[in-house]
């Protein structure tokens, strides 16, 4: 038992930073299930909440969620939704309670039909939707519950204020637990993938390079085909990333100030950013699917392409991890004097390129649209990298980033 337990604890010192993250969340969520708990444990406090103390524990259950901002927005949204939804049916159950007779359902069907209709309405609207959808949803679940009770019910204002008091007790220990222990902020997580995307598309611009001039054996080539996986794979974790990163934004503008982010830090160019990354990165599985085909040029034709290609791959290369390290040690790169040269060049090293392809001797067709092909595909990367360059001058000019110095 012993060793089992020794082995535990030296697999927890092995884990990786995410897998840490993963089990102090899970221990925060316990925390706060204990606390909870004592609403039930404590019998002056089960005195005074009674039954409705399993709102409290409901509420942890519900909101709490791995990082922060997404623990506060949906505990703002919770509160907003159960605090409208309730003073609204009871406001609709009292007026049908005066009115009394059939008109009392009348009315209790009618603002049912109204409000659950309108509130679901704005569920649909997509500007709405991305903050504020569950609070609609609890709006339209605590009011139907309130406004239907009270035909049965005498006292659904002291019902509603003690299912809200005990909602507000659960929402506030989720808050302090998530917010002071240990907090996992999705905004740290949003600024520093974004800027770990720009090194992996360096390094896939590289590899791409690397195994398209290698001139080697069969047995050679095999092998890098099969460590070419690991940079196509980060490729495409870019590209795939669109969900991830509107999610980490959206729960980003609900976190309160930490750091150097503030309460507007411009988490909506972090998705412009993101944006352009993704079109970077299908124009790079672009370029690895032509260097595949096989009709290609022939290794020599390669060859004389070598210089062009190192001199596009080291610079386009430097360019991306300039551009990640601003972004990662908040440094506002200089694009106009530092970057902006650098690209000048490549465009003027690979402008001529096709043209004295087609001045050569004569190729076979092949071979001629693999090389205007491969042309096309390296200015269409420096064009993207040139509009990437400026939104990250835009980034840190609405961040307030400070100059970063580069040795050139």
Not at 171 to 178: D, G, H
Request: charged share 20%; aromatic share 10%; proline share 2%.
């Amino acid at each position: 038992m012993i060793k089992g337990i020794v082995s535990s604890v030296r697999e927890m010192g092995k884990m990786k930073r995410s897998d840490k993250r993963k089990v102090i969340h899970s221990m925060k969520v316990g925390i706060s299930l204990v606390l909870v708990s004592l609403l039930y444990c404590i019998k002056p406090m089960y005195d005074q909440v009674g039954q409705n103390g399993m709102w409290a524990i409901m509420t942890v259950v519900v909101i709490f969620e791995f990082y922060a901002g997404a623990t506060l927005g949906k505990g703002i949204n919770r509160g907003i939704g159960t605090l409208l939804g309730g003073a609204v049916g009871c406001f609709a159950a009292i007026l049908a309670d005066r009115i009394g007779g059939i008109g009392q359902y009348f009315i209790i069907s009618s603002t049912v039909f109204f409000f659950g209709a309108a509130a679901t309405y704005c569920r649909l609207v997509q500007r709405l939707k991305k903050r504020y959808d569950y609070g609609f949803m609890i709006f339209i679940l605590t009011f139907n519950l309130v406004a239907i009770s009270g035909v049965r019910m005498d006292k659904v204002v002291g019902m509603a204020v003690d299912r809200l008091t005990t909602i507000g007790i659960g929402f506030a220990i989720c808050i302090s637990v998530s917010l002071f222990i240990c907090p996992i902020w999705a905004s740290n997580e949003l600024h520093y993938s974004t800027a770990s995307k720009f090194l992996k598309l360096a390094t896939t611009i590289q590899g791409c390079l690397d195994e398209y001039l290698k001139i080697a054996s069969e047995k050679e080539n095999q092998v890098a085909d099969s460590s070419s996986i690991d940079y196509i794979k980060a490729c495409k974790s870019v590209l795939n990333s669109k969900f991830i990163d509107e999610s980490l934004a959206n729960n980003a503008k609900w976190e309160p100030w930490h750091g150097r982010f503030g309460l507007y830090y411009p988490w909506d160019i972090y998705l412009e950013v993101g944006e352009l990354l993704r079109e970077l990165s299908a124009t790079l599985l672009s370029l690895n699917a032509c260097l595949q085909s096989p009709k290609q040029p022939s290794a020599m034709k390669r060859q004389a392409l070598k210089e062009h290609c190192e001199v596009f791959m080291l610079s386009m290369g430097w360019i991306l991890k300039e551009l990640g390290e601003g972004i990662e040690k908040m440094e506002l790169c200089q694009t106009k004097d530092l970057i902006n040269p650098k690209l000048e060049i490549v465009k003027l090293l690979l402008s001529p390129r096709l043209s004295a392809s087609c001045e050569m001797e004569v190729l076979e067709s092949g071979e001629e649209l693999a090389i205007a092909s491969f042309n096309f595909l390296l200015l269409e990367i420096v064009d993207k990298v040139e509009t990437l360059a400026h939104k990250v001058q835009d980034l840190g000019e609405a961040a307030n980033f400070p100059p970063r110095k580069i040795d050139v």
